[in-house]
């Protein structure tokens, strides 16, 4: 088959192999609404998932819904985030986050780019989770993996998180793009490693422009 040669061509050609390795594209993520994915992506900022999950249960059993969260102040939060880097700013985040679901948004998760991006702890990457995984929007969450595969694919240049986005939403379906970011992630933990990738059990290897075969 010719290689891709256009950026669009391999970023199609890379959903269509990565959909095939990963037909459930997951958020890793323990969430069961959008409030707890907002929760969990916020704590989720330089943390590991698995990290965040082991303490999320006790967190969302304790502060359920926006209201009661709203109504602590943070030092109540910090015993149930104390595992997690920048526990004690995340907490005043969540509090603050919850504060404006309920004054501003009815105790409901807002949709849009905008209305996400002003809560405290949120910035695109984060809107772009909760905006594709829990509301069925278009959102491309550009992360670390996102980022350094698309370099490598050779799908942009760019290196900053928000041109990165910007310069991959053209080039994948908006339907697609929550799923297209999700198992570029799934990719990137379990192939594309940093530093060690695994060209050789890679199913891009025939046309990535930086495989190492
Ligand atoms: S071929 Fe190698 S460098 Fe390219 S995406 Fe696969 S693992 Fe990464």
Not at 26 to 45: G, K, M, P, Q, W
Not at 132 to 157: E, F, I, K, Q, Y
């Amino acid at each position: 088959m010719a290689k891709p040669r256009s950026p669009k061509g391999r970023a199609r050609l890379t959903h269509e192999r990565l959909a095939l390795e990963y037909p459930e594209a997951y958020c890793e993520l323990d969430h069961r609404n959008a409030f707890e994915l907002l929760v969990a992506t916020i704590l989720s900022a330089q943390a590991t998932d698995v990290g965040v999950n082991k303490a999320t249960p006790a967190l969302f059993a304790a502060f359920p819904d926006p209201w009661v969260l709203a109504a602590v102040e943070a030092s109540e939060v910090e015993p149930y985030v104390n595992s997690i880097g920048l526990f004690r700013q995340k907490s005043q985040n969540l509090v603050k986050m919850a504060r404006i679901l309920v004054a501003e948004h009815q105790g409901e998760v807002p949709s849009t780019m905008r209305d996400l991006v002003r809560l405290p702890g949120v910035g695109r990457k984060t809107a772009n989770v909760v905006r594709s995984v829990a509301l069925g929007l278009p959102g491309l969450p550009v992360d670390t993996h996102v980022t350094r595969l698309s370099n490598l694919l050779r799908l942009t240049d760019e290196t900053d998180a928000v041109k990165i986005e910007y310069a991959l939403n053209p080039l994948v379906p908006a339907a697609q793009r929550g799923e297209f970011s999700l198992r570029m992630i799934l990719h990137g933990r379990r192939v594309c490693i940093a530093r060690r990738p695994r060209c050789g059990d890679c199913v891009l290897n025939d046309f990535c422009p930086s495989s190492q075969l």
